[in-house]
């Protein structure tokens, strides 16, 4: 992988990564601010509520797979592995790194792990 592909991934995830960031960032506040006593509440309003917060917990923890992604791929350019499949040592395409800047898997090795295989 040429130093230019490689500088041009390390913006790109260091993009990606504020912007994980900042989600979760919205996802703490709003986590903070939900401090309502349950007391006044409707019973419908309580599960509602609940649903809210369960879907911002799902959101959230998207948002940390996310950032882990983002991790792993910085450690990989630090440690000159970058575009090179953790699972079977090949090299990921080039293609298929511009449009995801923190795959760690070729495409292949990212289907058998999304099927379970």
């Known amino acids: 992988m040429s130093d230019e592909t490689e500088d041009q991934a390390s913006e790109r995830l260091a993009e990606l990564r504020r912007?994980?960031?900042?989600?979760?960032?919205?996802?703490?506040?709003?986590?903070?601010g939900d401090e309502r006593g349950d007391a006044h509440h409707h019973p419908a309003e309580a599960a509602t509520d609940a649903d809210l917060r369960e879907r911002e917990l799902s959101e959230q923890m998207r948002w940390r797979r996310r950032q882990e992604q983002l991790e792993a791929a910085e450690r990989a350019v630090r440690e000159g592995t970058y575009g090179i499949c953790v699972d079977c040592g090949e090299a990921i395409p080039e293609g298929r790194l511009r449009?995801?800047?923190?795959a760690v898997r070729c495409v292949g090795c990212q289907t058998r792990i999304e099927r379970g295989a």
């Not at 912007?19 to 903070?32: G, I, K, N, V």
């Not at 449009?99 to 923190?102: A, E, L, Y």
């Open 19 to 32: 912007a994980t960031a900042d989600a979760l960032d919205r996802y703490d506040l709003a986590a903070d």
């Open 99 to 102: 449009i995801r800047p923190d």
